[in-house]
């Protein structure tokens, strides 16, 4: 019976180990979108020259690994929509930006 109840505390042990670091990654990709925005912000005020694609490209890949997850909880998943909502949203505003300034590299 005690190796049943270990395996039991480990399988437990393991799956509130899977709920941590997908809340560690789900606060990463809050904070990936807000630097990018703070990105994008430089860029389209004229301190930079070239717009942080290669940034959105990494925070697109880390969306879609994060999408592909079947273990998030609803509290997470409804976190996750949130966040992929105001990328989004962010996005469509970018590119609505740059398109305006003829530049169309979205």
Do not use: H
């Not at 860029?43 to 879609?64: Q, V």
């Amino acid at each position: 019976m005690a190796l049943i109840g270990n395996k039991l505390y480990r399988d437990i042990r393991a799956i509130k180990d899977d709920a941590a670091d997908l809340d560690k990654q789900l606060s990463r990709l809050e904070d990936d979108i807000r630097k990018l925005k703070i990105d994008f912000d430089i860029y389209f005020n004229g301190t930079t020259k070239r717009p942080p694609l290669e940034a959105r490209a990494r925070l697109d890949s880390n969306i879609k690994r994060i999408a592909d997850n079947r273990n998030l909880s609803y509290a997470q998943r409804y976190q996750f929509n949130m966040l992929v909502a105001r990328f989004t949203s962010y996005r469509e505003l970018w590119r609505r930006t740059l398109k305006a300034k003829g530049l169309d590299l979205m």
